[in-house]
C-alpha cells in the first residue's frame, strides 16, 4: 500500500512539474472519452437500462406471431380479455395502442395535437403507475357504455393547464367530443416506452369516439392493440412465456376463422417501440464507431506524449535503475503517471458528456411528437466512464511505460541520442495511426454531408418548389368512413378558390416521404415470388389534379378524374417503372389488375419520378382516386400562382381552419422541407461525425507537430554540422518537411482504405452518392496533407535557424 501512496505521490509531483504537457493531455484525454461516454449514455437510455417501472424483471411483452415464428402484430380486445382472465402466470394484463389526439379545452379553443393511447385499465395496474393526481383509468372505465374520461400527462397538465388542481373534474374535448378529466399521470411517465412522449390515456372502451366509424371492440380479427403483462411473484417469466404460448394456440384452435396459424410470444419488456429499434440502433452504431475513433486518436496522442516524456527522462530513469531500482518498479511509477493523466481525462470527459448530454435534449427534431429519452448519467454510465479511463490508461500507457523502463544504461547516462530510434519509429506508428483514424472519421462525415448536398443537384421528376403540405387525420376530427369523403371534396374545393391558389390536392404518401405503404397485387400471367401469394407494390390514394399540381407529367392514358366514384369501375394510374416490371407487352392502357381484393383497370401511366427513395432508383408505384379508396389519413397539398411557399403555407393553414375549426394538422411546412426530413440521419451523423473528426484533426497534427518538432531536437547536432558544411535554410527545412510528409502519406494511404470501407458500410445512406466519392476522400486526404505540412513546416522553420556554432556545442 506504500508503494502504490508512493507512486501516486511521484505523479502526482510530475503533474505539476510539467503542468502544460499534464493538461494537454488531460485536455485530449477528456475529450475524447466525453464522446465514448456519451455515446454509451445514449445506449444505455435506449437499450441498456431496466424500464422505469416497479419490478421492472416481472415486465413481458406479448407478440403475435404466425406459424413460423415472425411478428404479425398485435392483439384484439377480446384476445386480449381472454388472456387476463385465463392466463394463472400473471398478475395483469394490460393493453395499449397509440393514437394522436386532437384536445381543446372548450369548444371555440384551438385544438392541439398530442401523442395519446388507447388503454385498458391493466396498462397502468401492469406498469405499477400511480396518479400525481385523481385517479387512473379503472375495469369500470372498461366496460361497454362506460362514461368518457381521460387521463392527462404531467407535462401536458403543466403546459396547457398552468399545473391547477381544479382540471379535475372539468370537461376538454378530444378529437371532437367531450371527455372528463380524472387524473393526472405522475411527473416522467410517457407510457411504457422511453423514446415517444405520450400525454394524455383514454380507454380502449372509447374507441369508437376516438376512431369514429370502426367497430374493433368486438372483432377479434381486428389486431390493434399491443399487449403487456406483469408475472405473478415467485412465477418466473419463462413459466408465464410457456403459458401464454400455450394459451395463444388454444385460442387460435377455438377461433380458426380469426386466429388461424397465430400465436403469442412473450419477452422482456424493452424501453424502445419495435419500429424504431433498427434506425435508433443504426444511428446509435455510427455515434459509437465516431467516439471509438476519438477516443482511440486521443490516446495515441497521450501515448505519444507519454513516450516522448519517458525518452526525455531517459537519464532520470537510468540512474535510478543503477542505483538498484528494479525494471518493474519503474514501469509501475511510469504507469501510474499515465493512470493518473487518465483518470483526470476520464473525469473531465464524464463533465463533457453531461454538457453533451444536456445540448442532445436540447435537440427538438422537426417531427409531430415529444422525446423522453432520459440521458441522465447512472450508477452504469459512472462505472462505464472510470472503467473506461483505466482500461484506456493501462492500454495505452503500458507501451510507454515499457518503452521508457527498458533502454541501454550506458547510452542513457550518456546523453547518446542513438539509442532512440525505436521510440521515435514508435511515436511516427502512433502519429500515422492518428491520420488514419482522422481520415475515417472526416469522410464518413464528409459523406453524409455530401449526399444531404447531392439531393439538392438530382433530377426528382417533380416540382415540390413552391408547395406547402400539412398532414390531416380526420379521425382527431371525429369525422369517420361516411363523412369523410363529403370534408376531402369540399377542403379542396375551397383551397382551390382561394386568392393566389393554382392548385390543391390529397396524397396519403407524398413523394419522399419517409413512411412507405404497400398493397398486394395480382397480375394474369405473372408468378409472384415463392412462397408469396402475390406481389407488393408502392401504393397511394390522391385526388385528381395532383399529379399536374406536383409536375408529374402524363405519359399515356389520363389521370384520375372526378368522374372515378364509388359507385363507378375502379381505376388505377401506375408509373414507368410498374410498366417495365409487369405490363411490358402490350399497352399497359385498359389493362386489369387484382389490387388487393379489389379488380382495377389501368387509365394511365406517369413519368418515373424520385417517389420514395432519394437517389435510387424508382420502384413500381400505383395509384388509386381516393373516393374509390377512402383513407382519413392524408396529406394536403397546396401551390400558389406566384410559387411562395410562405404564402402557400398561409392559405393552407387558413383554408383548414375555415374547412374545421376543431381539426388540428400534423406537420404544416413547406413540401421541400418535409421532404428533408428523410435525410435527418444524414445530417445529424454527419454533423457528429465532423465535430470529432475536426477534433481529431486538431489532436493528429498537435501528434504530428510533437514527433516532428522532438525529431529536430534530437538532429540538432546533425542539423549543426550540415549547415556549417555549406546547407542552406531551404534544404534544412526540405529534409524535415519529407519526415513529416512521408508520416503523413503513410496515414493517409492507410485511411483512405479503411474510409472505402466505411463508404461501403454508409452506402444505404448517400442517396446515390458514390461510397468512394473522389471529391469528399480526396479532398480529405488533401486537407490532411496540408495540414501535415503546416505542422511539419513550424519546426522546420525552427531548425533552419538553428545556429552552427550553437548546435555544435550541444551535447
Known sequence: MFGVTQDLRLALRQLVRTPLVGAVAIASLAIGLGAFTTSFTLINALFLRPPPFTAPEQLLTLEATSTDGSSRGGFSWPTVMDLAEHASTLQAVGAWADRPLSLGDTEASAPQLVAGQLVSAGFFQVLGIHPALGRLLTREDDAAGAAPVVVLGHGLWMRRFAANPAVLGTTVRLNGQPFTVVGIAPPGFHGPTVTVSREAWVSVSQQPRILSGRALLEARGSHWLEGIARVKDGVSPRTAEAELAALGDSLALANPD???????????????????????????????????????IACVNVSGVLLARAIARRREIAVRLALGAGRRRVVRQLLTEALLLFVLGGAGGLLLSVWATDALLAFEPPIPVHLAVDLRPDARVLLFAFLSALSSGVLFGLLPSLRGAHGD??????????????????????????????????????????????????????????????????????????????????????????????????????????????????????????????????????????????GIPLEQGRDVSTADSAQSQRVAVVNQAFVRRFL????????????????????????????????????????????????????????????????????????????????????????????????????????????????????????????????????????????????????????????????????????????????????????????????TVGGIALLLIGVAILASWLPARRASRVNPLVALRTE
Open 258 to 296: 380469426t386466429l388461424r396459424n397465430r400465436g403469442i410470444r412473450a419477452h422482456a419488456l424493452g424501453s424502445v417501440e419495435r419500429e424504431m429499434q433498427q434506425p435508433l440502433s443504426a444511428l446509435a452504431a455510427v455515434l459509437f464507431v465516431a467516439a471509438v475513433l476519438i477516443l482511440v
Open 409 to 550: 544504461l550506458l547510452p542513457a547516462l550518456k546523453m547518446d541520442v542513438s539509442g532512440h530510434k525505436k521510440g521515435s519509429r514508435l511515436r511516427a506508428f502512433f502519429v500515422v495511426g492518428q491520420l488514419a483514424f482522422t481520415l475515417v472519421l472526416l469522410s464518413g462525415s464528409g459523406l453524409l454531408i455530401r449526399a444531404v448536398q447531392h439531393t439538392r443537384g438530382l433530377e426528382l421528376g417533380f416540382r415540390p418548389d413552391g408547395v406547402a403540405m400539412a398532414s390531416v387525420d380526420l379521425r382527431t376530427g371525429g369525422l369517420d368512413a361516411q363523412q369523410g369523403p363529403a370534408y376531402w371534396s369540399a377542403l379542396v374545393e375551397r383551397l382551390s378558390a382561394l386568392p393566389g391558389v393554382e392548385a390543391a390536392g390529397l396524397a396519403s404518401v407524398v413523394p419522399l416521404d419517409m413512411g412507405r405503404r404497400t398493397e398486394s397485387l395480382q397480375v394474369p400471367g405473372q408468378t409472384p415470388p415463392p412462397g408469396e401469394t402475390a406481389f407488393d407494390v408502392d401504393y397511394s390514394e390522391l385526388t385528381p389534379g395532383t399529379f399536374a399540381l406536383l
Open 584 to 775: 411490358s407487352e402490350g399497352s399497359p392502357v385498359g389493362r386489369t389488375l387484382t389490387l388487393g381484393k379489389a379488380q382495377v383497370e389501368v387509365v394511365g401511366v406517369v413519368r418515373d419520378a424520385m417517389y420514395h427513395d432519394w437517389g435510387n432508383a424508382p420502384r413500381p408505384a400505383v395509384w388509386v382516386p381516393i373516393a374509390q379508396s377512402y383513407t382519413g389519413n392524408a396529406a394536403v397539398l397546396l401551390r400558389t400562382r406566384d410559387g411562395d411557399e410562405t404564402r402557400a403555407l398561409t392559405l393552407l393553414r387558413e383554408g383548414l381552419s375555415m374547412q374545421a375549426p376543431g381539426l388540428a394538422p400534423m406537420m404544416a411546412r413547406p413540401l421541400r422541407e418535409h421532404m428533408g426530413l428523410a435525410l435527418l440521419p444524414q445530417k445529424v451523423g454527419g454533423t457528429v461525425a465532423g465535430v470529432l473528426g475536426l477534433v481529431g484533426l486538431l489532436l493528429a497534427s498537435l501528434g504530428l507537430y510533437g514527433v516532428v518538432a522532438y525529431a529536430v531536437t534530437v538532429r540538432t547536432r546533425e542539423l549543426g554540422i550540415r549547415m556549417a558544411l555549406g546547407a542552406t535554410g531551404g534544404e534544412v527545412v526540405g529534409l524535415v518537411l519529407r519526415q513529416g510528409l512521408s508520416l503523413a502519406l503513410v496515414g493517409v494511404a492507410v485511411g483512405v482504405g479503411l474510409a472505402l470501407a466505411v463508404g461501403q458500410a454508409l452506402r444505404g445512406m448517400l442517396a446515390g452518392l458514390s461510397p468512394a466519392d473522389p471529391l
